[in-house]
């Protein structure tokens, strides 16, 4: 299997993280490992191609390879895999635009990568529907910008309508669903109180409904006891 691009990535022991020797905000009370597994997922999503990251954590003295998925899974890295060259899309593709948006994405630059990834997928749910898989691919590329760029709210009600469109689509117990779900309670944690409040119960619905209770048990507790916090 070809990959898009192999990367170096850094955590220092003070939780700093570099990619390619290049430093990454890391927002408030998010792991940094997190940051980088959606940096890196918005480039596999933009290029069709899985990417290879070489990590060093210095927190845990642990060097290991991931190969990150243009789904947002990640699996140990295919021994052979080889860096490939991405089929350009023909022009008048959406898609063809989506490497300028992920390259722009993936520095920090998003007032260029939001109106971007907004104009692909207002296009693609006029043109395909807003639950083709196209357009969910799209929405999860715009709901990683939104986390990164410290847009909670959006990721989170973003996030939630995705991990339900893709059990809608996929069916239960899928990878993309339970991505969806944990990537929506980790968005909402960071919400102020009042967003927070108002917001829980959509996403605690959503974590009953896409995947077994048990399951979403421990994400659950967390938001019941941040929820218990904010109204006592």
């Not at 993280?17 to 490992?33: F, K, R, T």
């Not at 910008?145 to 809608?168: C, E, I, M, R």
């Amino acid at each position: 299997m070809s990959i898009s691009t192999s990367h170096q990535v850094h955590i220092t022991s003070d939780g700093q993280l570099h990619i390619d020797s290049e430093p990454q905000l890391v927002p408030n009370a998010i792991d940094p490992s997190q940051v980088a597994l959606q940096v890196l997922h918005i480039e596999a999503a933009g290029s069709g191609l899985p990417v290879l990251a070489h990590v060093r954590d210095d927190r845990s003295n642990s060097i290991f390879d991931i190969q990150v998925m243009p789904d947002g899974t990640t699996q140990a890295p295919d021994p052979e895999a080889a860096v490939g060259t991405p089929i350009a899309a023909p022009g008048t593709d959406p898609f063809a635009r989506l490497a300028a948006a992920q390259a722009a994405g993936r520095h920090h630059d998003f007032s260029t990568a939001i109106p971007a990834a907004d104009q692909i997928l207002q296009h693609l749910t006029s043109e395909r529907g807003a639950t083709a898989k196209e357009t969910l691919e799209v929405a999860q590329f715009r709901a990683d910008l939104a986390f990164l760029s410290g847009d909670y709210a959006y990721s989170t009600s973003s996030w939630t309508w995705l991990a339900l469109a893709w059990y809608d689509k996929l069916g239960p117990h899928r990878k993309r669903t339970q991505i969806a779900a944990s990537n929506a309670a980790a968005a909402w944690i960071q919400l102020p109180p009042t967003e927070a409040i108002v917001s829980a119960t959509d996403l605690v619905n959503m974590l009953l409904e896409v995947t077994a209770p048990e399951r979403t048990e421990t994400m659950r507790g967390q938001i019941e006891a941040r929820l218990q916090q904010l109204t006592t």
